[in-house]
Protein backbone atom coordinates (compact mmCIF):
# COMPACT_ATOMS: atom_id res chain seq x y z
CA UNK A 1 0.00 0.00 0.00
CA UNK A 2 1.46 3.50 -1.32
CA UNK A 3 1.55 5.77 1.54
CA UNK A 4 -0.83 8.27 -0.42
CA UNK A 5 -3.33 5.37 0.03
CA UNK A 6 -2.40 4.68 3.77
CA UNK A 7 -2.85 8.78 4.42
CA UNK A 8 -6.36 8.25 2.48
CA UNK A 9 -7.53 5.47 4.23
CA UNK A 10 -6.11 7.03 7.81
CA UNK A 11 -8.76 10.49 6.76
CA UNK A 12 -11.50 7.75 5.96
CA UNK A 13 -11.46 6.34 9.08
CA UNK A 14 -11.21 9.58 10.67
CA UNK A 15 -13.45 11.11 9.30
CA UNK A 16 -15.76 7.92 10.48
CA UNK A 17 -14.40 7.83 13.92
CA UNK A 18 -15.77 11.80 13.89
CA UNK A 19 -19.32 11.31 12.55
CA UNK A 20 -19.37 8.48 15.24
CA UNK A 21 -18.75 10.13 18.32
CA UNK A 22 -20.94 13.52 16.98
CA UNK A 23 -24.29 11.11 16.99
CA UNK A 24 -23.07 9.56 19.96
CA UNK A 25 -23.33 13.06 21.33
CA UNK A 26 -26.26 13.56 20.20
CA UNK A 27 -29.84 13.02 21.46
CA UNK A 28 -32.35 12.47 19.14
CA UNK A 29 -36.19 12.05 20.06
CA UNK A 30 -37.87 8.98 19.93
CA UNK A 31 -39.28 8.58 15.95
CA UNK A 32 -42.86 9.07 18.02
CA UNK A 33 -41.46 12.91 19.32
CA UNK A 34 -39.69 14.14 16.17
CA UNK A 35 -40.91 17.07 14.17
CA UNK A 36 -42.00 16.50 10.28
CA UNK A 37 -39.81 19.11 8.22
CA UNK A 38 -41.93 21.81 7.33
CA UNK A 39 -41.50 25.28 5.69
CA UNK A 40 -42.15 28.83 7.94
CA UNK A 41 -45.15 28.82 5.59
CA UNK A 42 -46.69 25.08 6.21
CA UNK A 43 -45.93 25.93 10.20
CA UNK A 44 -48.39 29.21 9.90
CA UNK A 45 -50.67 27.29 7.77
CA UNK A 46 -51.04 24.37 10.54
CA UNK A 47 -51.17 27.08 13.43
CA UNK A 48 -53.85 28.46 11.04
CA UNK A 49 -56.38 25.78 12.25
CA UNK A 50 -55.90 26.13 16.02
CA UNK A 51 -56.12 30.07 15.64
CA UNK A 52 -59.72 29.45 13.86
CA UNK A 53 -60.56 26.82 16.54
CA UNK A 54 -59.75 29.22 19.63
CA UNK A 55 -61.42 31.72 18.03
CA UNK A 56 -64.82 30.00 16.82
CA UNK A 57 -64.59 28.85 20.61
CA UNK A 58 -64.61 31.97 22.46
CA UNK A 59 -66.29 34.05 20.11
CA UNK A 60 -69.73 31.73 20.27
CA UNK A 61 -69.41 30.79 23.74
CA UNK A 62 -69.73 34.56 24.84
CA UNK A 63 -71.27 36.44 21.82
CA UNK A 64 -72.95 33.66 19.58
CA UNK A 65 -70.92 34.50 16.63
CA UNK A 66 -67.90 33.58 14.65
CA UNK A 67 -65.03 35.10 12.90
CA UNK A 68 -67.32 35.19 9.41
CA UNK A 69 -69.78 37.48 11.35
CA UNK A 70 -67.04 39.88 12.84
CA UNK A 71 -64.63 39.46 10.37
CA UNK A 72 -66.03 39.08 6.52
CA UNK A 73 -64.08 37.69 3.90
CA UNK A 74 -61.17 36.55 6.24
CA UNK A 75 -62.44 32.59 6.20
CA UNK A 76 -64.21 30.55 4.36
CA UNK A 77 -65.63 27.22 5.46
CA UNK A 78 -68.27 25.08 7.28
CA UNK A 79 -69.89 26.04 10.38
CA UNK A 80 -68.75 24.41 14.24
CA UNK A 81 -70.83 21.90 15.07
CA UNK A 82 -72.54 22.35 18.52
CA UNK A 83 -71.33 25.25 19.62
CA UNK A 84 -73.42 27.25 22.34
CA UNK A 85 -73.60 29.53 24.43
CA UNK A 86 -71.20 29.22 27.79
CA UNK A 87 -73.23 30.05 31.10
CA UNK A 88 -70.31 31.88 31.86
CA UNK A 89 -71.18 34.08 35.42
CA UNK A 90 -68.28 36.20 35.85
CA UNK A 91 -68.08 39.19 33.59
CA UNK A 92 -64.19 39.79 34.01
CA UNK A 93 -63.41 35.96 32.82
CA UNK A 94 -66.46 36.61 29.80
CA UNK A 95 -64.70 39.66 28.96
CA UNK A 96 -61.07 38.47 28.47
CA UNK A 97 -62.63 35.47 26.50
CA UNK A 98 -64.36 37.91 24.11
CA UNK A 99 -60.78 39.88 23.98
CA UNK A 100 -59.07 36.65 23.22
CA UNK A 101 -61.22 35.21 20.66
CA UNK A 102 -61.09 38.88 18.65
CA UNK A 103 -57.28 39.02 19.13
CA UNK A 104 -57.17 35.48 17.47
CA UNK A 105 -59.44 37.08 14.59
CA UNK A 106 -56.00 39.54 14.20
CA UNK A 107 -53.63 36.62 14.45
CA UNK A 108 -55.42 34.59 11.91
CA UNK A 109 -55.48 38.07 9.43
CA UNK A 110 -51.61 39.11 10.21
CA UNK A 111 -50.90 35.21 9.56
CA UNK A 112 -52.47 35.77 6.23
CA UNK A 113 -51.09 39.26 5.18
CA UNK A 114 -47.23 37.76 6.13
CA UNK A 115 -47.15 34.99 4.32
CA UNK A 116 -49.31 36.10 1.11
CA UNK A 117 -52.01 33.22 1.87
CA UNK A 118 -55.05 34.05 0.22
CA UNK A 119 -57.94 34.88 1.58
CA UNK A 120 -60.71 33.92 2.29
CA UNK A 121 -58.84 30.66 4.09
CA UNK A 122 -59.93 27.78 4.47
CA UNK A 123 -62.15 26.58 7.47
CA UNK A 124 -61.57 23.22 8.86
CA UNK A 125 -64.84 21.93 10.62
CA UNK A 126 -64.96 21.94 13.81
CA UNK A 127 -66.99 19.86 16.49
CA UNK A 128 -67.40 21.75 19.53
CA UNK A 129 -70.53 19.83 20.95
CA UNK A 130 -70.09 18.92 24.32
CA UNK A 131 -69.90 14.90 24.12
CA UNK A 132 -66.49 15.63 22.07
CA UNK A 133 -65.35 17.94 25.45
CA UNK A 134 -66.61 15.05 27.49
CA UNK A 135 -64.53 12.41 25.30
CA UNK A 136 -60.84 13.84 26.35
CA UNK A 137 -61.82 12.03 30.01
CA UNK A 138 -63.02 9.15 28.33
CA UNK A 139 -59.17 8.16 27.16
CA UNK A 140 -58.34 7.63 30.77
CA UNK A 141 -61.64 5.52 30.96
CA UNK A 142 -63.45 8.28 33.36
CA UNK A 143 -66.86 8.94 33.05
CA UNK A 144 -69.18 12.00 34.84
CA UNK A 145 -72.76 11.15 35.35
CA UNK A 146 -74.27 13.92 34.21
CA UNK A 147 -71.92 13.73 31.11
CA UNK A 148 -69.45 16.35 31.49
CA UNK A 149 -70.31 19.80 29.47
CA UNK A 150 -68.01 22.01 29.04
CA UNK A 151 -70.57 25.26 28.05
CA UNK A 152 -72.34 24.38 31.76
CA UNK A 153 -70.61 26.93 33.95
CA UNK A 154 -67.54 29.27 34.35
CA UNK A 155 -65.24 26.66 36.08
CA UNK A 156 -66.43 23.85 33.30
CA UNK A 157 -65.58 26.25 30.44
CA UNK A 158 -62.55 27.24 31.86
CA UNK A 159 -60.87 23.69 31.07
CA UNK A 160 -61.52 24.43 27.34
CA UNK A 161 -60.08 27.99 27.37
CA UNK A 162 -57.20 27.07 28.77
CA UNK A 163 -56.20 24.12 26.23
CA UNK A 164 -56.89 26.52 23.27
CA UNK A 165 -54.36 29.00 24.42
CA UNK A 166 -52.29 25.53 25.38
CA UNK A 167 -52.41 24.18 21.90
CA UNK A 168 -51.04 27.43 20.37
CA UNK A 169 -48.20 28.33 22.72
CA UNK A 170 -46.86 24.13 22.79
CA UNK A 171 -46.81 24.73 19.06
CA UNK A 172 -45.53 28.11 18.21
CA UNK A 173 -42.51 27.13 21.27
CA UNK A 174 -41.89 24.38 19.13
CA UNK A 175 -41.61 25.94 15.66
CA UNK A 176 -39.73 29.21 16.95
CA UNK A 177 -36.38 27.99 16.08
CA UNK A 178 -36.97 27.20 12.42
CA UNK A 179 -38.72 30.11 11.45
CA UNK A 180 -36.85 31.89 8.55
CA UNK A 181 -37.08 35.49 7.95
CA UNK A 182 -37.28 38.31 10.49
CA UNK A 183 -40.67 39.59 9.89
CA UNK A 184 -41.76 36.24 10.17
CA UNK A 185 -39.25 35.04 13.34
CA UNK A 186 -41.12 38.84 14.68
CA UNK A 187 -44.54 37.81 14.67
CA UNK A 188 -44.11 33.96 15.23
CA UNK A 189 -42.64 35.39 18.66
CA UNK A 190 -44.96 38.32 19.16
CA UNK A 191 -48.06 35.32 18.79
CA UNK A 192 -46.25 32.46 21.03
CA UNK A 193 -45.89 36.09 23.62
CA UNK A 194 -49.60 36.46 23.26
CA UNK A 195 -50.85 32.69 23.74
CA UNK A 196 -48.28 32.29 26.52
CA UNK A 197 -50.24 35.09 28.14
CA UNK A 198 -53.18 34.18 27.72
CA UNK A 199 -52.72 31.02 28.66
CA UNK A 200 -50.94 32.33 32.38
CA UNK A 201 -54.48 34.79 32.67
CA UNK A 202 -56.76 31.35 32.02
CA UNK A 203 -54.36 28.99 34.76
CA UNK A 204 -54.46 32.27 36.83
CA UNK A 205 -58.42 32.07 36.77
CA UNK A 206 -58.86 28.04 37.76
CA UNK A 207 -56.10 28.57 40.21
CA UNK A 208 -58.50 31.37 41.93
CA UNK A 209 -60.93 28.51 41.52
CA UNK A 210 -58.64 25.68 42.87
CA UNK A 211 -60.81 24.56 45.75
CA UNK A 212 -64.27 24.93 43.93
CA UNK A 213 -66.33 22.27 42.91
CA UNK A 214 -66.25 21.39 39.21
CA UNK A 215 -70.74 21.42 39.20
CA UNK A 216 -72.30 19.50 39.34
CA UNK A 217 -69.60 16.84 40.32
CA UNK A 218 -68.02 17.06 43.69
CA UNK A 219 -64.10 17.02 42.62
CA UNK A 220 -62.48 20.25 42.73
CA UNK A 221 -61.07 22.48 40.12
CA UNK A 222 -57.65 21.76 41.00
CA UNK A 223 -58.58 17.47 40.92
CA UNK A 224 -59.51 18.28 37.36
CA UNK A 225 -57.02 19.80 35.82
CA UNK A 226 -54.94 16.95 37.26
CA UNK A 227 -56.75 14.90 35.33
CA UNK A 228 -56.77 17.15 32.18
CA UNK A 229 -52.81 17.21 32.57
CA UNK A 230 -53.25 13.28 32.31
CA UNK A 231 -55.12 13.22 29.13
CA UNK A 232 -52.97 15.70 27.45
CA UNK A 233 -49.92 13.80 28.40
CA UNK A 234 -51.13 10.34 26.99
CA UNK A 235 -52.80 11.72 23.84
CA UNK A 236 -49.96 13.89 22.80
CA UNK A 237 -47.01 11.32 24.19
CA UNK A 238 -43.57 12.64 24.18
CA UNK A 239 -43.50 12.56 27.82
CA UNK A 240 -44.97 14.90 30.43
CA UNK A 241 -45.64 18.16 28.76
CA UNK A 242 -48.56 19.08 30.48
CA UNK A 243 -49.49 19.63 34.77
CA UNK A 244 -52.06 20.31 37.42
CA UNK A 245 -52.32 23.57 39.46
CA UNK A 246 -50.06 21.31 42.38
CA UNK A 247 -47.51 19.12 42.16
CA UNK A 248 -45.10 17.13 44.19
CA UNK A 249 -42.39 18.99 46.10
CA UNK A 250 -39.26 18.13 43.68
CA UNK A 251 -41.39 19.19 40.68
CA UNK A 252 -42.04 22.42 41.71
CA UNK A 253 -40.17 25.47 41.06
CA UNK A 254 -36.00 24.76 42.05
CA UNK A 255 -38.18 21.95 44.36
CA UNK A 256 -39.57 24.13 46.64
CA UNK A 257 -42.67 24.77 45.76
CA UNK A 258 -46.22 22.28 44.86
CA UNK A 259 -48.06 25.41 43.54
CA UNK A 260 -47.92 25.23 40.27
CA UNK A 261 -49.91 28.14 38.18
CA UNK A 262 -47.78 28.08 35.38
CA UNK A 263 -46.88 24.26 33.91
CA UNK A 264 -42.77 24.34 32.83
CA UNK A 265 -40.32 22.30 32.62
CA UNK A 266 -37.33 21.50 35.53
CA UNK A 267 -35.90 24.93 34.47
CA UNK A 268 -39.12 26.26 34.52
CA UNK A 269 -39.36 26.79 30.64
CA UNK A 270 -42.13 26.45 28.12
CA UNK A 271 -42.90 22.96 26.80
CA UNK A 272 -42.96 22.56 23.18
CA UNK A 273 -45.01 20.42 21.54
CA UNK A 274 -44.75 19.01 17.10
CA UNK A 275 -47.57 18.86 14.78
CA UNK A 276 -48.23 15.53 15.50
CA UNK A 277 -48.19 15.86 19.24
CA UNK A 278 -51.18 18.20 18.75
CA UNK A 279 -53.16 16.39 16.02
CA UNK A 280 -53.01 13.70 18.57
CA UNK A 281 -54.60 15.41 21.54
CA UNK A 282 -57.59 17.33 19.49
CA UNK A 283 -58.46 14.49 17.31
CA UNK A 284 -58.84 12.20 20.90
CA UNK A 285 -57.47 9.69 19.22
CA UNK A 286 -54.03 9.84 19.92
CA UNK A 287 -53.00 9.27 15.82
CA UNK A 288 -52.31 12.16 14.04
CA UNK A 289 -53.23 10.26 10.99
CA UNK A 290 -56.71 9.37 12.10
CA UNK A 291 -58.76 12.88 12.46
CA UNK A 292 -61.77 12.99 15.32
CA UNK A 293 -62.47 14.77 18.18
CA UNK A 294 -62.41 18.70 17.83
CA UNK A 295 -61.17 18.59 14.41
CA UNK A 296 -63.37 15.42 12.75
CA UNK A 297 -61.82 15.53 9.05
CA UNK A 298 -58.67 16.83 9.89
CA UNK A 299 -56.73 19.83 9.33
CA UNK A 300 -55.90 22.25 6.07
CA UNK A 301 -52.51 22.66 5.23
CA UNK A 302 -49.89 21.02 2.95
CA UNK A 303 -47.92 19.99 6.57
CA UNK A 304 -51.23 18.08 7.37
CA UNK A 305 -51.11 16.14 3.86
CA UNK A 306 -47.43 15.22 4.62
CA UNK A 307 -48.24 14.38 7.79
CA UNK A 308 -50.51 11.74 5.90
CA UNK A 309 -48.85 10.92 2.98
CA UNK A 310 -45.75 9.81 5.72
CA UNK A 311 -48.04 8.01 7.51
CA UNK A 312 -46.49 9.36 10.39
CA UNK A 313 -49.23 8.74 13.27
Excluded: W
Excluded at 143 to 151: D, G, I, K, L, Q
Excluded at 180 to 190: C, D, I, Q, S, W
Excluded at 297 to 312: C, S, V
Amino acid sequence: MTAQSCLCLFLLLLVAFHSTVIKANIVLPSPLCRPVLASTKENFQFAVNLHIYKAELFLRSVLGRGIKDISPGLVEGPAPIGATLANVDDDRTKKFIEESGLASIGHIRAIADMTLLKTPLPMPQLDLSPPVFAKFFETLNVTFEPPFNTYANTNSFLFAAVYASDFLKLFYAGILPSIVGNPERELAAGIALYEAASYGVFRSLLNDRANLPVLPYTFTVANATNLTAQVANQLGGCGVKDEGLTVPLPLGAENRTTSNVIAADVNSLVYARTAREILRTVFITGDATRPGGLFPHGFDGTLYERILALKQS
